[in-house]
């Protein structure tokens, strides 16, 4: 098993930039969740997916934040334009509906310069 | 009030001690309960769930007091790999999928 893949690994862009993060769950995990986190504000859920469909996305911060699952084994998250307020680890994560924990993705660390 | 709250720390032990770690949440209604690591600069990792009687894994005891919503987890016997970011994690929504991370409390074991 492969875990929960994500890319890239580290991004760089300019403010105004629109990015696009990627994450493939575990086969067989039909959760799928977006986390950010910061030094001020640690891990905030962003949006989570059951079955490809969206079901709570209140923790998207704006408009500029838009994700996708158009299948079970993709998702992406897109910033469209990026702000330097965005910098920050994006995490993936999945898990069963009967599962124990989240398996997380090593995260995507982005910097809006 | 936040929905959950540990001690940020950071716990600075020597090899061989004895710490633990609190953590109270806010939702009465959470069922599931976890203990995570993280070390720096990586993904968060699940280290327990934590059972309403009580469980233990080697040299981790983690306990929860639903009457208090309070959520402990001891180390035993620290080890300088022990050295890493302990979040507390609590399901919550009405779902039982989403799980709400607590700040965490970091821990350094020293030599």
């Known amino acids: 098993d492969a875990g929960v893949i994500q890319s890239p690994r580290h991004e760089v862009t300019e403010m105004g930039q629109e990015v696009t993060l990627r994450c493939k769950p575990i086969?067989?995990?039909?959760?799928l969740f977006w986390y950010r986190q910061t030094m001020m504000r640690g891990l905030e859920l962003l949006i989570y997916?059951?079955?490809?469909?969206?079901?709570?996305d209140s923790g998207m911060p704006e408009d500029r934040f838009s994700a996708k699952m158009p299948n079970a084994s993709f998702s992406t998250l897109k910033i469209q334009p990026s702000e330097p307020r965005d910098s920050a680890v994006y995490f993936c994560?999945?898990?069963?509906?009967?599962?124990?924990?989240?398996?997380f993705g090593s995260g995507t660390r982005l910097t809006v310069v | 009030r936040k929905e959950v709250e540990q001690d940020p720390g950071p716990f600075n032990v020597p090899e061989g001690a004895t710490v633990a770690f609190n953590c109270t949440y806010s939702?009465?209604?959470?069922?599931?309960f976890f203990w995570y690591r993280q070390d720096c600069r990586k993904e968060p990792k699940l280290l327990m769930s934590?059972?309403?009687s009580g469980n233990e894994d080697g040299r981790f005891t983690a306990q929860l007091n639903r009457a208090s919503q309070y959520i402990s987890l001891l180390i035993r016997d620290s080890k300088l790999s022990d050295s890493a970011t302990y979040l507390c994690?609590?399901?919550?929504?009405?779902?039982?999928?989403?799980?709400?991370f607590g700040p965490g409390t970091r821990l350094s074991v020293l030599p």
């Open positions: 994690v609590v399901n919550g929504d009405n779902y039982g999928q989403n799980f709400v």
């Open positions: 086969s067989g995990h039909d959760y």
């Open positions: 994560a999945s898990r069963t509906g009967t599962g124990d924990g989240y398996t």
């Open positions: 934590v059972y309403s």
């Open positions: 997916f059951n079955n490809n469909v969206p079901i709570d």
């Open positions: 939702n009465s209604a959470s069922q599931s």
